[in-house]
């Protein structure tokens, strides 16, 4: 019997967890329940192909508040999260935002983040739309 056939690009389970946002405990209950595919290394350690992992990525991705609520939006970069600073000047505010393990920082106008109750402890979603994205490889 031959070696198992390595997938390109292949993710422990931990690490695909880690890319997720998820506990590895998680990752191994939706492996276990069929929702993403998973092999075998020379081992017997789960490896997840990285084409299924990014397809298994896409699928958990889900429309948030604005068009979910009916309000369409060019943005689809969403991230909610929790206000975590607000630093408010005479005209501009600088509010930061912890979107899971992702910290944004934004800077609006301060009378947007005073209509908007922008204040540490609240509830808020990071939407970015941006021509300048930059992507780095690991």
Do not use: C
Request: a neutral charge; hydrophobic letters at 45%.
């Amino acid at each position: 019997m031959g070696q198992p056939e390595v997938p390109a690009n292949p993710y422990r389970i931990g690490e695909a967890a880690a890319l997720l946002g998820v506990s590895a405990d998680t990752m191994r209950r939706w492996v276990d329940a069929g929702r993403v595919a998973a092999a075998r290394d020379e081992h017997g350690h789960r490896i997840i192909p990285g084409a299924e992992l990014a397809a298994f990525a896409r699928e958990l991705a889900r429309p948030e508040t604005a068009e979910a609520e009916g309000r369409p939006s060019s943005a689809r970069n969403r991230f909610p999260g929790i206000v975590t600073q607000v630093v408010l000047g005479d005209v501009a505010a600088q509010v930061e935002v912890q979107a899971g393990p992702f910290r944004v920082v934004s800077l609006i106008s301060r009378e947007s983040a005073e209509e908007l109750n922008l204040v540490p402890g609240a509830p808020a979603t990071a939407v970015i739309k941006s021509t300048n994205v930059m992507i780095e490889r690991r």
